[in-house]
């Protein structure tokens, strides 16, 4: 989506909206932190992120990798940073090529910095000398299919001696080659950014005017990023500061109150867009936020829409990588086509192989000993992912991220099934018509509604199914699929079509059904269950206590996904557990050592009482 419309949707309902900056980290280890804070500031909700360019060096690739990954994994409207420093115009048509097949519609039109070794800047032979000639080729190339930003600077350019009205006329001469909105410079002086701001429209320049937001993140930093840009420190954030210059914390803390108080100041003028150098860094910008009372709006879907160019329109996806988000998206980039409505339309591709996902189990195998301890019985296992359920434990293998606030009315039940030997890897609560701007289970447009129904996924042990099957058999509303390793698949469905486990009802709309449960995805999603827990068994020496016990459970237990077709019902999903002897002995069960553990041998005893008896609405 092109950034552009995007501005324009907020200037119209007068509503603040963010995006942030992030730059190409120099390793590996730092690329791959900065794609967890990516992630992590995705639920800040900005409206679009940039990435900056280094031309001609590794990093320019790195650059193009990281807007695919930022568009497709992790469903960022993005726009890429393009520069004319060191870019012939077979360089520039590469980065435009990268960018297209990424599904990537924006680019930030630079003529860049010259290089770390070179005291004036240079055309690059065959290259662009002025930012508006690299315009003016995007558009000739590609029409309208980019939107093209363009820098401002209302303290005039650093490398410039020319009067601020000058660069207000070389803006305008970018505006006019076909530039769309203006990101401009970081600045403190908030009364001369919205003077400028004045001047410009005088000029002519009638696009949206986005404020570069520097967060103030230590004395040093600030000091040395104002001397870079050439920009006026005012003298009440001096004063401010500069008593306590050696408390990184106080500074943080003081800058924010001022960058606060400049934010407000842009929105009380009627600038509605804020865009934040983040740095890479995540606490300073958040900070911001939660001071202007900045809220991100629920999302058009439950999960993280991909922008890929070939996965735009997918709006249907099965709930048993909810929680494996990358993962689902690496082993079904190569498909034609994605759902439409209906998960049917897209059946005939078969999931990528798990090889394709580049090492399921993404820790060490020392991080993993440190989250998980070494666990040598069942109880020790179930008393894991309680602790998972209660947020002392950040993530799991079938898990990326800690559990949701989603799961709060089920939360004890589910701490109470894991602690009898029910391993839970994936649920959701019933949700009877909550309102789609609800916090916590919203999405879609406004004045909707959304529903669920109550979802539960587990490994049980094979001693347990039968009982567990009858159970099941007796709750007419309850469809359940349950295999092992191997295969062996039980079933009371009699139809191979999808069920839809969540959907929306909006104004002017039909029916949304985003989240569905189907025989084709969950054998897809079987086989990367069961080696997502072979991968953690091989986290311990071969031989160990703790490494047998999982190897047992992935060779032996059964994978069963529950779901109750009566949203009105919170809580009867649990009651099929209430007859079953818990698997919780100080060993793994397979020489009848079936120990308590000191637990209770009910497991009737409170699971159905833990979970709150009120459907959601």
């Avoid at 410039?160 to 203006?182: H, P, S």
């Avoid at 020790?380 to 800690?402: N, T």
């Avoid at 199914?465 to 159970?471: E, G, H, R």
Wanted: glycine content about 8%.
């Amino acid at each position: 989506m092109k950034i552009s419309k995007k501005l324009q949707e907020s200037i119209k309902e007068k509503r603040p909206a963010w995006s942030f900056e992030y730059f190409p980290p120099k390793t590996a280890v730092g690329v791959r932190n900065l794609y967890d804070r990516m992630e992590r500031m995705y639920e800040l909700g900005p409206e679009f992120i940039d990435i900056t360019w280094n031309a001609g060096g590794r990093l320019s690739n790195l650059t193009c990798e990281m807007v695919a990954t930022a568009q497709s994994v992790y469903g960022l409207e993005t726009c890429m940073h393009l520069t004319c420093t060191g870019m012939p115009r077979e360089k520039v048509d590469e980065a435009l090529e990268d960018a297209y097949k990424a599904g990537c519609q924006n680019i930030l039109a630079l003529r860049g910095d010259p290089p770390r070794d070179v005291e004036k800047w240079e055309q690059t032979d065959g290259g662009f000398r002025y930012s508006k000639d690299l315009v003016k080729y995007i558009k000739d190339k590609y029409d309208d299919y980019f939107d093209i930003a363009v820098a401002g600077y209302p303290e005039g350019h650093p490398d410039d001696e020319e009067d601020a009205d000058a660069n207000i006329r070389y803006l305008k001469e970018k505006v006019d080659a076909g530039a769309t909105f203006v990101i401009t410079q970081m600045f403190y002086d908030v009364d001369n950014f919205l003077d400028w701001v004045k001047r410009c429209r005088k000029a002519g320049i009638d696009v949206p005017l986005i404020p570069g937001i520097m967060p103030i993140q230590s004395w040093d930093a600030f000091l040395r990023r104002a001397k870079w840009s050439g920009v006026k420190i005012p003298q009440h954030f001096l004063d401010a500061l500069e008593p306590v210059k050696d408390d990184d914390a106080e500074v943080r803390l003081r800058g924010t109150k001022l960058m606060v108080e400049v934010c407000k100041k842009i929105l009380d003028a009627g600038i509605y867009q804020l865009h934040f150098y983040t740095m890479n860094l995540e606490k300073a910008t958040k900070m911001i936020l939660e001071g202007l009372e900045c809220e991100a709006s629920p999302g058009d879907l439950p999960w993280k829409p991909s922008l890929g160019l070939k996965r735009k329109e997918e709006n249907v996806r099965p709930i048993f990588w909810k929680n494996r988000h990358k993962s689902y998206i690496a082993r079904t980039e190569e498909w034609d086509e994605f759902p439409n409505g209906r998960w049917g339309d897209a059946r005939s591709p078969a999931y990528g192989g798990l090889d394709v996902y580049d090492g399921l189990l993404k820790c060490s195998n020392e991080e993993a000993h440190k989250m998980w301890g070494y666990p040598t019985s069942i109880g020790d296992v179930g008393d894991l992912f309680a602790r998972f359920c209660e947020g002392e434990v950040p993530q799991l293998p079938w898990s990326d991220s800690a559990i949701t606030e989603e799961a709060a009315s089920i939360r004890d039940a589910l701490v109470k099934l894991n602690r009898h030997g029910f391993i839970t890897v994936n649920s959701q609560p019933a949700v009877n018509g909550v309102k789609s701007t609800d916090p916590v289970f919203g999405w879609g447009p406004k004045n909707g509604y959304v529903y669920q129904k109550c979802y539960l996924e587990v490994f049980v042990h094979p001693d347990q199914l039968d009982l567990l099957i009858q159970n099941m058999s007796k709750e007419d509303e309850i469809t359940y699929y349950a295999v092992n390793k191997k295969g062996d698949l039980h079933t009371n469905t009699t139809s191979d079509e999808p069920n839809a486990v969540t959907w929306g009802v909006f104004p002017g709309k039909e029916i949304i059904q985003p989240t569905i449960v189907e025989i084709v995805s969950f054998m897809a999603w079987k086989d990367e269950a069961f080696r997502l827990g072979t991968d953690w068994a091989r986290c311990y020496a071969p031989g160990s206590e703790s490494r047998k016990l999982i190897e047992d459970v992935m060779d032996t237990w059964y994978l069963v996904n529950i779901v109750h077709n009566d949203f009105h019902e919170p809580c009867k999903i649990f009651e099929v557990f209430e007859t079953i002897e818990p698997v919780v002995g100080h060993t793994n069960g397979v020489n009848g050592d079936h120990g308590t553990n000191g637990y209770t041998n009910s497991a009737a005893n409170g699971i159905v009482e833990a979970c709150e008896k009120v459907s959601l609405n």
